[in-house]
Each structure stands twice: as C-alpha cells, then as structure tokens.
C-alpha cells in the first residue's frame, strides 16, 4: 500500500514552491514520485531539486478532475507499477476539483494499491476573501475536501488577513483535521502522514458539528469512507429517529451528518419537523451527530444499530 497525498489549491496559492520544499524534505533513503498535471506549468524538475529517486509524471489529456474515468487511474497503476515509490503526491491544476479523485483512489482497484493520507489544500490569505475565489465552487470544495489547509504567503500577509484567515477556516464545519500558517512554502513532511479518514467506526472523541449543548444530550459516530449507506435504508432510519419511538423515546432535537451514499456524500439536517438533503464534496469520512432534549440520558444502542443497519454489504 503506497501512501498518497493529494496537495490541492486554487490560482495564485504557491503550490509551486510549496511542492518543491516539500521534496526536498524527503528521507535520502525512499523514493517519492510526483502525479501532475502539466510539467512545464508546474515546473518541477527532479534533476535540479537533487531529490534522489525523485520520479516526475504527467497526466495526458488535460485537467486530472476533467479525466479522472482513465487517464488519471491510468497514470497512478502505471507509477505504482514502474517506480514501486515509497510515496505518491498528486498535485492537480488549480482549477480541479479533487472530490472525483478522491473518489477515484478509493475505489478498486486502486484502493486496494494506495493507502489516501491527509489531503492538503493551500489557501492565499489576502486573496481568499475575494468574491471571485470565496464564491467559487471548485475553491469550496478544495476547502471541504481538505484535511489540514495551510494559508500560505504568510510573510507578506497582514495580521489582519491571517486573522482572517484562521477565523474562516475554523468555522468551517465539520472542523479541518489541523490549521497552519507558513512562509515560503514550508511545508513540513510529517503533515503527509496525517490520515484521511478513520481507520474504523467509532463514537466520534468529541462534538463533531458546531451546536448548543445546553439542556441536551449528545453523541456522535464516524464510518471510515469505503462504507456506503443505502439510501432507502438511511432515509428510514432516519425518519425514525425524527420522531419519538422505540430508537429514541423523546425523538431528536437536532441532527446533522454527512454520510456516504453510493458513489457520493451527502449532507443531511434534520428536526423533529423535516429531513434535507443536498451535496457536499467533504470526502474524509462519514458521520452524524444527535442531540436529544432531557435531563435522562438516552440509551444509545439502539440508535447505532439501526444507524449500522442502513450501511451497504462490502463488494
């Protein structure tokens, strides 16, 4: 299983500079290859960073998210193939959309050959305020699909900016795995090895959406990212919780998830009143978070079985 990392960013974020760092940071004693879009654009060249091993390939054909259906899994078997490296790190253009990548790697048969670490997205702090990149949709979904954003240009970034910065990204929710604010594009090694997704599910550590807590009581539960629920069966369980009845006596007060349903993620807000639904390019993991009124607190069991229950055989 060859350890992978997509490093994502829009227009302008030094992707550059913060990959060429970044490879000359690695162990003199693996070897590292590099996925990207276009060499000249990119410009990454093994021969001048002095990274031994280094080994650089192109995706034919155009943008990654725009060909991800052969020539992007096309290009990844063939490195894992021909290099054997010790680490891959895909750097798409700044225009691509990762989620279909992501989706991509996850899926057989390359699933069964890399091991998705941490994803990093690289923001411009004096720049991501601009209506042109806040409003875009391929920036907020390399924002949602990030697991550790790194504001870059920190140097030549206002207090104000970065204070910015760090305030936008710590709303967003679900929370980022880790936050980070760097010069000169220095990024360090140890964030590639930070996981994408758990391992296996589990009562998640702590809160995992934004919400009060007084006068309720609370759980939450995280399912690695190859689980699929079926969206009939999920909508049942769902609409069950809604109200009072044998999962949860007193009924929800609040629920929010995102989950894993086919070949996609959806986002789900519910109340005693209604369930909605809409899409989310977020990629690490699937997840939800209950809340009850009351001072009893509820017996939880139930709840994740029938939660369990709505998740799809293993193909």
């Known amino acids: 299983m060859t350890p992978v990392n997509l490093i994502t960013g829009f227009l302008g974020t030094g992707k550059t500079t913060s990959i060429r760092a970044l490879l000359g940071q690695a162990p003199p004693d693996e070897r590292w290859a590099v996925l990207v879009n276009e060499m000249g654009e990119v410009g990454i060249d093994a021969a001048t960073l002095g990274v031994p091993g280094?080994?650089?390939?192109?995706?034919?054909?155009g943008c990654i998210c725009c060909t991800v259906s052969v020539p992007f899994q096309v290009?990844?078997?063939?490195?894992?193939?021909?290099?054997?490296?010790?680490r891959l790190i895909i750097e798409p253009s700044g225009l691509a959309?990762?989620?279909?990548?992501?989706d991509t790697l996850r899926r057989p048969p390359l699933r069964h050959s890399v091991d998705l670490r941490a994803t990093l997205t690289l923001v411009h702090p004096t720049r991501m305020h601009d209506p042109r990149i806040a409003q875009h949709p391929v920036f907020n979904n390399q924002l949602a699909c990030a697991d550790i954003v790194v504001g870059t240009f920190a140097d030549t970034s206002s207090d104000a900016d970065k204070h910015r910065f760090l305030g936008a990204i710590g709303k967003l929710d679900p929370p980022k795995r880790a936050v980070h604010l760097v010069a000169h594009g220095a990024l360090e090694p140890e964030w590639l090895d930070e996981p994408s997704s758990p391992r296996r599910w589990g009562p998640a550590p702590g809160p995992l959406f934004q919400a009060p807590q007084h006068g309720h009581h609370g759980q939450g539960w995280v399912f690695p990212p190859h689980e699929r629920f079926d969206p009939r069966r999920l909508e049942a369980v769902l609409l069950d919780l809604a109200r009072p009845g044998p999962l949860l006596p007193t009924g929800i007060a609040r629920l929010k998830g995102i989950f894993r349903v086919g070949r996609s993620f959806r986002r789900v807000d519910a109340t005693p009143d209604s369930v909605r639904w809409q899409p989310v390019a977020w990629r690490r993991d699937s997840r939800v978070q209950i809340w009850v009124d009351g001072s009893a607190k509820p017996d939880w069991a139930p709840v994740v079985q029938a939660l369990r229950s709505a998740i799809e055989p293993s193909p």
């Open 75 to 86: 290009a990844v078997t063939q490195v894992l193939a021909d290099v054997h490296p010790d």
């Open 97 to 102: 959309d990762p989620t279909a990548l992501i």
């Open 54 to 61: 280094l080994v650089v390939r192109e995706v034919a054909g």
